[in-house]
């Protein structure tokens, strides 16, 4: 039987264990339901007994309200910098210059990802997190310890053996993608001003005062630099191996290259396959692996000789403004687009790009004609990220934002809230009845065969269908007789509408367009209420009660079936079979086809999406993986599945299969 001690340590460790398979590894081994369970026991025997309290324990990671101002930290070694090159001839040059100071000596480089977000010294004592410092000016940074304890993957407590007794490790706190998007949208709905990148987002949360608003945000950190004394290994590359081992992440770009070969294919290779990253890179970072002749080649004032950064082309481009237009969504939401003299932006031409809302546009200060900078933000959608007021034209106004709907002319309404100009004629505004129109018969919703984009245009101008309940009275002779339809594509239609019949109610939800009622939250609503009409019903309070479910859900929810024109739209819908209840299988297991099996899924796809995919693992009794490894059973493999993950499968021979296998496999 443990001790009292004993119990509270076997938890920690376990949780620790936990923390780095979900964390680092990708790869949890236990649900969340247990894992939450296991951190409640532990808090509640560390309640109980705090004598044996550690600063470290794992419950400590949530954070805590208290607010101080930073300690500083003399850096026992400065935080230099790296010197930058844009082009691989001047890598090559790199390569030859450390060539020649080690007089022909035998050298390998290590290869690795420029992350960018901002630097970070832990240092360790007796595998222990003892302090966190920032860069700050290189000489000494701030204390941010009790920030950097909440980002569950590093390593409080190492683990494996062999770690130097006293050492420092630096690396690279990062706000990945995802968690990127979602605090800038939640900032853009509180009215916040956004973040322009994720590195301000990750420094600006680093500094925060608050660690338990820093362990809501996400951080994540990646680690590349070992430093002190008795390291493991004479080599770079062997060392972060090994810190590996002890429990840091460290990226699977990190590679040891022969030659300039090796360096050029490197560079050619991760230029485009760093925007399938789940974190923002800005270049890649070449390092001599052996410690010794880092010594040898030493430093210059600012930073080694030793490494050299090779930053990626900045894909930005300056243009010229033609005009702002304002578009209607369908929620009546007002979005400016700015409307440029195109331009080539890696790759493709880029004619318009978002402004987002009135905000942005005063930040940005734009006026008519201004010659603006196109950036891809999160690489695929073009946005404005500044102006070269430089080249202004003289008595060039700013950009006003309408006042009156640009489609039907309605004076807008700036809702308390939000951000943005809505125009408030629901119902009677064209581009917001179409959209609507549109989202209902959209992939993830109704998923209606037959009927895109223009068609759903077509049928309304048409005066087919006014509303969404007036696509289930369409008839084949009302659609034959459009222009460019026949008998073939009236058919396509009706037995789209016949098979979205079976559309699952929590998608029926969704394509409503009841305000804030995304994807996720119409889920949730969905099965909480398990029916149209339990949510009708529902109170505001039985609402927020829900996970996730905050009062501005609530109140739009209410206000919706409040609302005849939906509650008649709804009842139309029921009459015509569409599904108003989950069903009764939903939340079980459709099938164990998948039991036991590991499955790993990476690339693009056209049949489902990611999710979809996950979810049908999940339902079919199999487990999703982030990561391969030897217990992957297989991978399901889209399009551009990254070179990396693919080597890696062969390595290890798990095999790779494409959508329709997967889908027969899973079929009935
Ligand atoms: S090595 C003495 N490796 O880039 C060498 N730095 O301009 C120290 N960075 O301050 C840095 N990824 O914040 C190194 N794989 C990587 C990196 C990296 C991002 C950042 C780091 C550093 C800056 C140097």
Request: charge should be negative.
């Amino acid at each position: 039987m443990d001790t009292i001690e004993q119990e509270i340590e076997r938890l920690r460790r376990d949780i620790e264990q936990y923390n780095h398979e979900y964390y680092v590894l990708n790869s949890p081994t236990v649900s969340d339901k247990e894992y939450d369970m296991l951190m409640k026991k532990l808090e509640q025997l560390e309640l109980q007994h705090p004598e044996y309290d550690d600063p470290l324990s794992p419950s400590h990671r949530v954070g805590s309200d208290l607010t101080k101002g930073f300690e500083q930290w003399p850096h026992e070694r400065r935080m230099l910098s790296l010197g930058n090159t844009y082009s691989i001839e001047e890598v090559d040059e790199f390569v030859h210059r450390c060539s020649d100071a080690l007089s022909g000596q035998e050298f390998s480089i290590v290869g690795e990802m420029k992350f960018d977000g901002t630097s970070i010294s832990l240092h360790y004592e007796n595998g222990r997190l003892v302090r966190a410092v920032t860069r700050g000016d290189g000489e000494k940074g701030d204390v941010v310890t009790d920030n950097i304890k909440t980002i569950r993957s590093i390593p409080l407590r190492l683990s494996g053996s062999g770690w130097p007794e006293k050492f420092e490790i630096r690396g690279e706190i990062v706000l990945p993608w995802k968690a990127f998007d979602e605090l800038n949208a939640e900032r853009e709905f509180n009215e916040e001003p956004l973040f322009a990148n994720p590195r301000n987002a990750a420094s600006g949360t680093l500094k925060l005062q608050n660690p338990a608003e820093v362990a809501r945000r996400g951080l994540d950190a990646y680690f590349y630099y070992l430093l002190g004394e008795n390291l493991p290994h004479d080599n770079h590359y062997d060392n972060m191996m090994e810190a590996r081992k002890w429990g840091f992440k460290v990226s699977d770009a990190m590679t040891l290259l022969k030659g300039i070969d090796d360096v050029d294919n490197y560079i050619t290779h991760w230029d485009t396959e760093r925007r399938h990253l789940p974190v923002a890179t800005d270049g890649l970072v070449f390092k001599i692996n052996s410690l010794r002749q880092q010594l040898n080649l030493g430093y210059t004032a600012k930073s080694p000789r030793w490494a050299i950064a090779y930053k990626f082309q900045a894909e930005r481009a300056l243009t010229r403004l033609r005009f702002v237009s304002f578009e209607v969504g369908r929620m009546g939401v007002i979005t400016p687009v700015a409307n440029l003299e195109p331009v080539l932006l890696s790759g493709t031409i880029v004619k318009r790009a978002s402004l987002h809302n009135e905000d942005i546009i005063q930040q940005l200060d734009i006026h008519e004609h201004d010659m603006l900078y196109v950036e891809k933000g999160g690489e695929i959608i073009p946005k404005i990220t500044g102006v070269e007021s430089g080249d202004r034209e003289p008595d060039a106004p700013s950009i006003k934002f309408v006042t009156h709907c640009p489609a039907c002319g309605t004076e807008l309404v700036r809702i308390e809230g939000e951000a943005s100009w809505m125009c408030p004629n629901k119902y009677g505004c064209l581009p917001q009845q179409t959209g609507r129109l549109e989202h209902f018969v959209g992939r993830r919703m109704m998923n209606i065969d037959g009927i895109g984009e223009e068609t759903a245009t077509l049928l309304f101008k048409e005066g087919l269908v006014k509303n969404i309940a007036d696509l289930y009275d369409l008839k084949p002779e009302d659609i034959k007789v459009l222009e460019r339809f026949g008998e073939r594509s009236a058919d396509r239609i009706m037995a789209g509408l016949k098979d979205s019949l079976n559309v699952p109610f929590e998608r029926v939800l969704y394509a409503l367009s009841i305000p804030f009622a995304g994807e996720t939250v119409s889920k949730k609503l969905a099965r909480a209420a398990g029916s149209i009409d339990r949510l009708m019903a529902m109170t505001s309070d039985e609402l927020t009660a829900i996970d996730d479910i905050g009062p501005r859900i609530a109140e739009s929810v209410i206000e919706y079936f409040q609302n005849p024109a939906n509650r008649e739209i709804v009842e139309r819908l029921r009459a015509a079979g569409l599904q108003m209840e989950i069903a009764a299988d939903s939340s079980t297991e459709r099938s164990d086809k998948l039991n036991g099996k590991t499955i790993v899924i990476s690339g693009v796809f056209t049949k489902h999406s990611r999710d979809e995919y996950k979810e049908l693992i999940e339902s079919n009794g199999g487990k999703n993986s982030g990561s391969i490894s030897k217990k992957t059973d297989f991978i399901l493999a889209g399009a551009n599945m990254g070179p990396a993950k693919l080597e890696k499968a062969k390595k290890l021979g798990v095999p790779v299969i494409d959508e329709d296998t997967f889908l027969n496999m899973i079929a009935d």
